[in-house]
DNA sequence: TGTACATCAGTGAACGCGCGTTCACTGATGTAC
DNA sequence: TGTACATCAGTGAACGCGCGTTCACTGATGTAC
């Protein structure tokens, strides 16, 4: 969970997507459209081979060009992972923050269940974007900059809640586990940054609850699961449901 | 979470290890140390490039052999692999294992502590087998048959010590959540396999705590964290501290 | 509005690389009599 | 114990493949006067 402040959020969210009108001459149309076109192929070869295979060669002749044409549009094979990754993430970002909204006039609890069915309904028709950006790491590739603000997307919704839930009283603060000095300081840093009034105790469960969605979602997309649950959709939701109880409730 | 039944455990566990001294002539020593040897170069580069760089070229060169001579071990590519991710099952699996037995007299909570510190320091230690086995599944890569076993160790032993908390009424069932009729059935064929007397709220609560030893460790090693948490040995103690706690007081 | 120049997308050949796998072979090690 | 034969590890050349990236180029699109 990376995370920016407010301002720099604004300033980040939405910069990958593209401006369509923004720009008027016919080149600078082209331009935007098959920057968009390489990535919609690169996005398919992705799921098809995985993130280590994904061939500039391949992409370029499937779109129809010759392979060094690429680069008029991307550096580097590396530049055209890091915006499928920045993709991935506001793509799943605005599917929270949808949720999330969608859900304004309910319950803090029922808000945050919906955001987390929506990250696994993303994760579940996205599953190689998912693994890239929730699996394991890419081989000798360093997440820049600029990976930053879209990837706090998603935890800042929840952040938000948190401190709705805070402020409305939807959620306890409950028991306070012991914690040592530096866990402190960096819930104390978080709370400065994101979520203003929220107790160590409900950011530790916060986080706790967010965790339970990635491990879930991993532990189902992965097959770890295989044999042994069903109904995924169901079980989802049960511990999701779970989870969220003992988060608004603290016991 | 793959799962097999005891006696196919005991079967397939220490299969893929060296059996050092049962083979007597000179060749077969070779054989299984090269093998050995092999192996422990392949891990080498799986830490350096990823698994889906794993070459078998570069890994005969650093053992000094010609590549087509890796073929006499390991009749593809894809076999080395998967002797790689028995081995990493069986590496954290035994991990856990000893973190059980070690606390054999203690109370149940404190063993499921210790058995998931045991299954995280082993990740740390070993990132790249981690991923291999729990991260993002390698592409174009189907796990054999073979792997299963080794792929239960850890559930079995999370699965014991459910089953001797509620034997010994360290675990409570507390409240059973509303749940749908499959994922009953789905409890009950654990419960049958692998948790005799272990009530659905108890499943469940254990699979969320397993779910969270997973999603901990990812949001850890893969850099979700970064800048958020600093002292991540101290905040896994916290979180799984709080998932125990949850776990055997069901509230 | 028309022209001269600048910008830029896309081409095609080339560089140098590494990969997995097959195959016929040599020579050392093991086994049966 | 010695010999004839079978087994098997390792060699080296070859097949056919795809990769990322560079480079000088052509021709179309855009811009300034």
């Given at each position: 969970m990376f995370l920016v402040t407010a301002l720099e959020m604004r300033h980040n969210v939405?910069?990958?997507?593209?401006?369509?009108?923004a720009s008027r001459t016919a080149r600078d149309r082209a331009r935007v459209e098959l920057t968009d076109e390489i990535k919609a192929v690169a996005r398919r070869h992705l799921a098809d081979h995985g993130s280590a295979a994904l061939s500039l060669r391949a992409v370029a002749r499937e779109v129809g060009m010759?392979?060094?044409?690429v680069y008029r549009y991307f550096p580097s094979r590396d530049e055209l992972l890091t915006a499928l990754i920045i993709d991935a993430y506001d793509a799943v970002g605005e599917r929270a923050e949808a949720a999330d909204s969608a859900s304004r006039d309910r319950a803090v609890d029922a808000r945050w269940l919906k955001v987390c069915e929506a990250v696994r309904a993303w994760a579940l028709a996205n599953p190689h974007e998912y693994a890239l950006i929730?699996?394991?790491?890419?081989?000798g590739y360093a997440a820049p900059q600029a990976t930053i603000g879209p990837a706090s997307r998603v935890p800042w919704v929840l952040l938000r809640l948190l401190t709705d839930g805070v402020a409305s009283d939807e959620i306890v603060a409950g028991e306070t586990p012991a914690m040592s000095r530096t866990i402190r300081s960096d819930f104390a840093q978080l709370r400065r940054t994101a979520?203003?009034?929220?107790?160590d105790a409900v950011l530790s469960r916060g986080l706790a609850a967010w965790s339970q969605v990635l491990g879930n979602i991993n532990l189902e997309m992965f097959g770890h699961l295989h044999n042994v649950i069903h109904d995924y959709d169901a079980f989802f939701t049960l511990q999701m449901r779970r989870a969220c109880e003992f988060l608004v409730r603290g016991a």
């Amino acid at each position: 969970m990376f995370l920016v402040t407010a301002l720099e959020m604004r300033h980040n969210v939405g910069m990958a997507t593209t401006v369509p009108n923004a720009s008027r001459t016919a080149r600078d149309r082209a331009r935007v459209e098959l920057t968009d076109e390489i990535k919609a192929v690169a996005r398919r070869h992705l799921a098809d081979h995985g993130s280590a295979a994904l061939s500039l060669r391949a992409v370029a002749r499937e779109v129809g060009m010759v392979s060094s044409a690429v680069y008029r549009y991307f550096p580097s094979r590396d530049e055209l992972l890091t915006a499928l990754i920045i993709d991935a993430y506001d793509a799943v970002g605005e599917r929270a923050e949808a949720a999330d909204s969608a859900s304004r006039d309910r319950a803090v609890d029922a808000r945050w269940l919906k955001v987390c069915e929506a990250v696994r309904a993303w994760a579940l028709a996205n599953p190689h974007e998912y693994a890239l950006i929730y699996g394991s790491p890419v081989p000798g590739y360093a997440a820049p900059q600029a990976t930053i603000g879209p990837a706090s997307r998603v935890p800042w919704v929840l952040l938000r809640l948190l401190t709705d839930g805070v402020a409305s009283d939807e959620i306890v603060a409950g028991e306070t586990p012991a914690m040592s000095r530096t866990i402190r300081s960096d819930f104390a840093q978080l709370r400065r940054t994101a979520a203003p009034a929220v107790p160590d105790a409900v950011l530790s469960r916060g986080l706790a609850a967010w965790s339970q969605v990635l491990g879930n979602i991993n532990l189902e997309m992965f097959g770890h699961l295989h044999n042994v649950i069903h109904d995924y959709d169901a079980f989802f939701t049960l511990q999701m449901r779970r989870a969220c109880e003992f988060l608004v409730r603290g016991a």
